[in-house]
T-cell receptor
Framework: GAVVSQHPSWVICKSGTSVKIECRSL??????MFWYRQFPKQSLMLMAT?????????EQGVEKDKFLINHASLTLSTLTVTSAHPEDSSFYIC???????????FGSGTRLTVV | GENVEQHPSTLSVQEGDSAVIKCTYS??????FPWYKQELGKRPQLIID?????GEKKDQRIAVTLNKTAKHFSLHITETQPEDSAVYFC???????????FGGGTRLMVKP
């Protein structure tokens, strides 16, 4: 079945630094990657939708200059949290939708803690 | 855009009883409705899904029903077991490769 590999699984960083999260589709081409954020005991909230070779579409209230998304190939999408602050601490998870017959495949998630 | 409401937010049942979780959606164009089970710190796992051309789907102890007219769909778990304890999310999307919009989640606790 379709697999999305997400790295790192957890990261601790200092305030003001940047963190890059990668999602790779291992056995299918992910033309679209969705990035979600999940705070404790809350639902998954869509942050942005990235399409290979084009600019990401951000949801209302999500700062595109803070959450940089790059989808340079059909198998790799990255989310970079720039100048991270403690309030950015959350569980970030990607989801890809592949070709016909595939549903939505989730990465394993990244727990970001900003100290 | 789509708005998905999910109820209840928490549900406690005795082992062996049934559990029902309900969701409503707002966008009549939505035609794909998956249900996910998420354990703490892990990715959501698809447990069952239904498309708008079907009214009901069953997979062993799990079933989903869809009422397109009323724009609501429900998850039914029968003969619950302690390992069913988790957070369950409903979601909706249209089939044009659009994003999934999630409900708020239901924390299911199955007491042995």
């Amino acid at each position: 079945g379709a697999v999305v590999s997400q790295h790192p699984s957890w990261v601790i960083c200092k305030s003001g630094t940047s963190v890059k999260i990668e999602c790779r589709s291992l056995d299918f081409q992910a033309t679209t990657m969705f990035w979600y954020r999940q705070f404790p005991k809350q639902s998954l909230m869509l942050m942005a939708t990235s399409n290979e070779g084009s600019k990401a579409t951000y949801e209302q209230g999500v700062e595109k200059d803070k959450f940089l998304i790059n989808h340079a190939s059909l198998t790799l999408s990255t989310l970079t949290v720039t100048s991270a602050h403690p309030e950015d601490s959350s569980f970030y998870i990607c989801s890809a939708r592949g070709g016909a017959g595939y549903g939505y495949t989730f990465g394993s998630g990244t727990r970001l803690t900003v100290v | 855009g789509e708005n998905v409401e999910q109820h209840p937010s928490t549900l406690s049942v005795q082992e062996g009883d049934s559990a029902v979780i309900k969701c409503t959606y707002s966008d009549s164009a939505s035609n794909y409705f998956p249900w996910y089970k998420q354990e703490l710190g892990k990715r959501p796992q698809l447990i069952i899904d239904i498309r708008s051309n079907v009214g009901e789907k069953k997979d062993q102890r799990i079933a989903v029903t869809l009422n397109k007219t009323a724009k609501h769909f429900s998850l039914h778990i029968t003969e619950t077991q302690p390992e069913d304890s988790a957070v369950y999310f409903c979601a909706a999307s249209n089939n044009a490769g659009n994003m999934l919009t999630f409900g708020g989640g239901t924390r299911l606790m199955v007491k042995p």
